[in-house]
């Protein structure tokens, strides 16, 4: 339901089918054909929910974003979370054309840890917002090892979604290698980030997570100790041009943009300048460095090959010492 009064007044219920004829094509088509039951004679045919695991936040623009997890259901409402039948999802709502979009993000590989025989962890899925709505962050925590059935080594997992690019960063392990590692337990975020912009670095996002910690012998009536991971961070770098620099080359255009597999780079050069091409992802990794060399004055375009490049959002930063030029791409 939808509220655009504080509260006032209310909409009506807003219904999402996640399967059926009418339902949404990304969750009828993520479980692989080898897994499905063999009555399946087509996939409209088949059910999927959500239960309770989910979570959301409306963007800038008053849409609605939904995570969790979808899983194979049946016509009784029974659901069958496991390896294959499940993922998790960003479920997306949008105000103009009153339409919803599925995005599957992950295959989760276990659903359900038990510890001393009576508390129950699952995925957790969580989506947390800037204070502008304008980038969200989506996570969920998972056992990922390697013959484990059960969800109990779970480590904390994140994905960020830039709104107004309809483009996601790469899925990060945040707990890795962290005191967290396999032991994520319970673990979510805020339903806010905090956000800063540094100069020289970019606009950079603090993402507070919490995970519970789990003695030999759980006692329900102890109080819960919780601890706080630092070091959670989402950057979006500057690639401005430094202050009292003047570049004597700039970045007209790149197409296509969205890309695939290449990109052309147009430049136009006013001075002979010793030039290099640097690629950064979504979290301010250099993921492509291309020197290019000396150029001459004119007009120029320089094709990247991007293969190597998953789905994500990227700067492409053209620079000579200090000087510099930037512009935004995505790869679909």
Request: include cysteine; hydrophobic fraction near 35%; charged fraction near 20%.
């Amino acid at each position: 339901m939808k509220t655009e009064d504080g509260g006032e007044s209310w909409s009506e219920p807003i219904h999402c089918q996640l399967g059926g004829e009418n339902g949404l094509e990304e969750v009828k088509e993520f479980i692989p054909d080898s897994v499905l039951p063999g009555s399946v004679s087509n996939r409209d045919s088949l059910f999927f929910s959500m239960e309770y695991h989910l979570d959301m936040v409306v963007d800038f623009e008053g849409n609605a974003h939904i995570t969790g997890l979808i899983a194979l259901a049946d016509s009784l409402q029974q659901w069958y979370p496991s390896y294959q039948l499940m993922g998790t999802f960003h479920v997306i709502f949008n105000n103009e054309s009153e339409s919803w979009d599925a995005r599957h993000l992950y295959s989760n590989h276990t659903f359900e840890g038990v510890f001393d025989s009576q508390f129950s962890q699952y995925n957790n899925p969580h989506i947390s917002s800037d204070v502008d709505g304008q980038f969200l962050f989506l996570s969920w925590i998972d056992s990922d090892v390697e013959g484990l059935e059960n969800n109990i080594m779970p480590n904390f997992y994140s994905i960020t979604y830039a709104t107004e690019d309809d483009a996601y960063s790469e899925i990060n392990n945040l707990t890795e290698f962290t005191q967290a590692m396999w032991h994520a337990y319970f673990a979510g975020q805020s339903h806010y980030v905090f956000r800063d912009t540094l100069p020289g670095v970019g606009v950079v996002f603090n993402i507070p997570v919490v995970y519970q910690e789990l003695s030999d012998d759980l006692d329900p009536l102890e109080p819960v100790q919780y601890w706080y991971i630092e070091g959670f961070k989402f950057i979006i770098p500057d690639i401005s041009v430094e202050e009292n620099q003047t570049a004597t080359f700039k970045l007209t255009n790149a197409y296509p943009n969205p890309f695939s597999e290449k990109v052309k780079i147009k430049l136009n050069v006013s001075d002979s300048e010793n030039l290099e091409i640097e690629v950064f992802n979504s979290t301010g990794q250099l993921v492509k460095s291309i020197p290019i060399g000396r150029l001459p004055k004119g007009k120029h375009q320089i094709e990247i090959n991007t293969s190597g490049l998953t789905r994500d959002v990227y700067f492409l930063r053209l620079k000579s010492g200090k000087k510099c030029e930037g512009l935004k791409m995505i790869k679909l």
